[in-house]
């Protein structure tokens, strides 16, 4: 079964360090999607990508965020300068069409940042 | 803007009784609907959704919720419960348009006594 799939699964990094988490949406998918969930917290939304573009950012996706689609099969979300408060589980999710609705999630990258 | 109520933090039953997990929407427009479930360490998985049509949906796991336009509710239900079924458990809502996103409660952990 198709599954999205992020690395790495877990990394630590000392604050104001660039991180760049990595993600494979499902293959036939045109839709994908950026979250992040800190310890105990809701899932949050951060950002969404539609052909090549930023179709909306939440107001936790500041300068310091960045989204890629380098190669047409990888999605990026790139932190520049990495601050404690972005230790979170960052979960990438990818939707085929416009009107299928359900997002189909990894397994997260968990980010700790010293 | 759209939003998802989630009253409580944690719920507790006893394996074999009914597993009953609220939620509440508030949504300007008519929503699609999700309950997603997320086993320690792992990601987000798909437990049903209501997009139109049938107002009661059945998913996997033995679970089903209802659609309650009158009471802004999609309440969870699984009539007896699992130990497996022990997980943190995210009602979802998004507006279903072509760029749309999920935007998630807060989440319930359901624990299962013995």
């Known amino acids: 079964e198709p599954e999205v799939t992020q690395t790495p699964s877990h990394q630590v990094t000392q604050m104001g360090q660039e991180v760049i988490l990595r993600c494979v949406p499902i293959?036939?998918?045109?839709?994908f999607y950026w979250y992040r969930q800190i310890l105990g917290q809701k899932v949050e939304f951060l950002v969404s990508?539609?052909?090549?573009?930023?179709?909306?950012k939440s107001e936790i996706f500041d300068d310091q965020f960045s989204v890629e689609r380098p190669d047409g099969s990888n999605f990026t979300l790139k932190i520049r300068s990495t601050k404690l408060e972005d230790s979170a589980m960052y979960f990438c999710a990818s939707r085929r069409g416009p009107n299928t609705g359900e997002l189909f999630f990894g397994e997260g990258s968990r980010l700790t940042v010293l | 803007a759209q939003s998802v109520t989630q009253l409580g933090s944690h719920v507790s039953v006893s394996e074999g009784a009914l597993v009953l997990l609220r939620c509440n929407y508030s949504s300007s427009v008519p929503p699609y609907l999700f309950w997603y479930v997320q086993y320690p360490n792992q990601g987000l998985q798909l437990l049903l959704k209501y997009t139109t049509g049938a107002t009661l949906v059945k998913g996997i796991n033995g679970f089903e919720a209802e659609f309650k336009k009158s009471e802004t509710s999609f309440h969870l239900t699984k009539p007896s419960a699992h130990m497996s079924d022990a997980a943190e458990y995210f009602c979802?809502?998004?507006?279903?348009?072509?760029?749309?996103?999920?935007?998630f409660g807060k989440g319930i952990t359901l624990s299962v006594r013995p």
């Open positions: 990508f539609y052909n090549n573009e930023i179709s909306e």
């Open positions: 979802a809502v998004s507006d279903g348009g072509a760029n749309s996103k999920l935007t």
């Open positions: 293959s036939n998918h045109l839709y």
